[in-house]
């Protein structure tokens, strides 16, 4: 993961309060507001299409959006946002194409740069561009260049991909395997289900699979340099080591959400389900940490209760080596015909556990009742609602923004209205500060009993 660099300005108050830690003196993080409001909004319409082999032809279309997609790929499902090359510039992370292994064999695992033009209250169109996926530079389309494809090339993987078959799903009814899928052993939404992607230390990328679960190894153009890693003890009914065995995790209910510390050498991974046996009202999660080092499982584990209006988690990033943010819903929309949609970022603390052992939790911002004075959609209303079923994607970008997207689940129906849904970005403005995952790293650098002062502009990575 790419982090925010901070640079303390000469004479902001930051300076003094940095200064005053590395001198020594004890320090609070600053608590969220309870409330919150829209600073930028950005929409990409469900329609927006990549080139690619031919996909859709396992899955049925809606909103008036048929399948298959003739030699194209839909740039949608953002599941998992990092930083992009230059400031303003954003990578996304698709998940499996359209939900399940058996309708999304050709639909290719990618990451897609992207460049919002944020409407704001001094202006902005509000439009999403492809960018250039190494430059950051403005694209005409996501074209080659804007994107990244998985692959394995060199057969890490240790079970049999979409890309060595003849037929997608190994079976002659169905159409022969995409030619660039099987030249160049892309990977695909039948092989792995990606709803998190991390960059460690060392510039790799980590993805977070909901079908093993499992964790996959990538350098940074997508090229797989480990197979899968599972999670000990835990098998969805999708993984396909389970040979007839029993499963104690629901299927589609793995990594949905995974951060990384600040050294960038652990993983901490966020099951989207309960393990059976952990909770018979199923509203206990896991929280494991992996490191990076040994490319094992530390034996560390939290857990992670879910709320009583909670059925799901979207994502999870860090705040620093022990506070995260988590994105929490249910699956109700503004068009279902009963139940109230609820949609909240939650903050977390790994290093305060309860009684029963779960981890500390506080809401942090209420995606159902954003402050939105300027109408920077256009709805004609002052309060901003964010209600679609998945919403996936949570960065930090600096101590009073979040940028937060959904996923759209194309061509999936019923967040807005009944078409197709759209993909919108929101810059989320927080009223009371929270620190950037890399000001913990300058703070703790001071510690050793001097003073330190570092003169700049913050900028991102």
């Not at 652990?266 to 952990?278: C, P, Q, R």
Request: one cysteine or more; charged letters at 20%.
């Amino acid at each position: 993961m790419k982090t925010t660099s901070f640079e303390i300005n000469k004479a902001g108050g930051k300076s003094l309060r940095l200064i005053a830690v590395a001198c020594g003196l004890a320090f609070a993080a600053p608590a969220f507001a309870a409330g919150a409001s829209l600073e930028g909004w950005a929409i990409m319409p469900a329609n927006t299409f990549a080139e690619g082999p031919t996909t859709g032809q396992f899955a049925s279309g809606a909103g008036g959006n048929p399948l298959p997609l003739l030699n194209k790929q839909s740039v949608q499902g953002f599941s998992a946002v990092l930083n992009g090359p230059v400031a303003g510039s954003y990578l996304f992370m698709p998940d499996n194409g359209f939900g399940t292994k058996g309708n999304s064999a050709d639909a290719l695992l990618r990451m897609y740069a992207v460049t919002p033009d944020f409407k704001t209250s001094s202006g902005g169109t509000g439009s999403v561009k492809a960018a250039n996926y190494n430059s950051g530079a403005a694209m005409a389309g996501f074209n080659a260049g804007s994107y990244i494809n998985l692959a394995d090339p060199d057969k890490k993987i240790g079970f049999a991909i979409q890309a060595d078959y003849t037929h997608y799903y190994n079976n002659a009814a169905n159409p022969l395997v995409d030619a660039s899928i099987r030249s160049g052993r892309l990977l695909t939404g039948a092989d792995f289900d990606v709803e998190s992607v991390r960059k460690d230390k060392n510039g790799n990328l980590w993805f977070g699979d909901e079908f093993g679960p499992f964790l996959v190894k990538a350098d940074a153009s997508g090229k797989v340099l480990r197979g899968e890693v599972g999670l000990p003890g835990v098998m969805s009914p999708q993984n396909p080591y389970l040979n007839g065995g029993t499963p104690n995790l629901n299927g589609s209910n793995g990594f949905e959400g995974m951060a990384i510390n600040r050294a960038g050498d652990k993983l901490f991974t966020l099951l989207e389900g309960t393990v059976a046996g952990d909770d018979a009202n199923r509203k206990t999660l896991r929280i494991n940490e992996f490191s990076i080092d040994t490319e094992s499982y530390t034996g560390q584990q939290w857990k992670y209760k879910l709320d009583a209006a909670g059925t799901n988690i979207g994502d999870m990033t860090a705040l620093n080596d022990h506070e995260f943010l988590v994105i929490e819903r249910n699956g109700v929309t503004a068009t279902s015909a009963s139940g109230t949609p609820f949609k909240k970022i939650f903050r977390i603390d790994i290093n305060k556990v309860d009684a029963a052992g779960y981890v500390d939790k506080s809401e942090a911002v209420d995606l159902m009742n954003i402050a939105d004075p300027d109408d920077l959609n256009g709805d004609g209303k002052t309060s901003f609602t964010f209600p679609f079923v998945t919403i996936e994607s949570v960065l930090v970008l600096d101590e009073n923004t979040l940028l937060v997207a959904n996923d759209n689940n194309y061509p999936g129906v019923g967040g807005r209205d009944l078409g197709s849904d759209n993909t919108e970005f929101l810059k989320i403005h927080l009223t009371s500060a929270v620190p950037e995952p890399s000001t913990y790293a300058l703070l703790l650098a001071g510690l050793g009993g001097i003073g330190f002062f570092v003169a700049g502009r913050r900028k991102r990575d």
